[in-house]
């Protein structure tokens, strides 16, 4: 089979969790494949919401995610990683008493 990925996944054998239904429901699953762009994710069944934040807790990832393809419990899915926040400066407080 061709190689249509823009970037080569990375194998994995990660754990991950998909939270979904705006944090109120989660699930475990098994990252396989991996990159910033997408994932390929074993669930222990054939069902799972279109879209989802995707953590993986031992690389210190979180991203949303939205399912590219499905094949029985594996799904490979497209991730969007939010930029990280930006450092405000916080102006120096002037303590001095005179």
């Given amino acids: 089979m061709a190689e249509r990925r823009a970037i080569t ?3 994995t ?8 239904q705006n944090g109120n ?8 494949d991996f990159t910033d762009a997408g994932a390929k994710i074993e669930l222990p069944h054939p069902h799972a919401p ?4 995707l953590t993986i ?3 210190d990832f979180r991203a949303s995610a939205r399912v590219a393809w499905r ?3 594996r799904i490979g899915v497209a991730l969007t990683v939010a930029p990280p926040a930006p ?12």
Wanted: with cysteine; net charge positive.
């Fill in 25 to 32: 429901s989660s699930e475990d699953c098994l990252v396989r």
């Fill in 87 to 98: 450092v405000v400066a916080k102006p120096a407080r002037d303590d001095q008493r005179y």
């Fill in 13 to 20: 054998f990660l754990n991950g969790r998909l939270a979904f």
């Fill in 71 to 73: 094949s029985g419990a």
């Fill in 9 to 11: 996944r990375q194998r």
């Fill in 57 to 59: 807790p031992s690389r």
């Fill in 50 to 53: 279109d879209s989802f934040e």
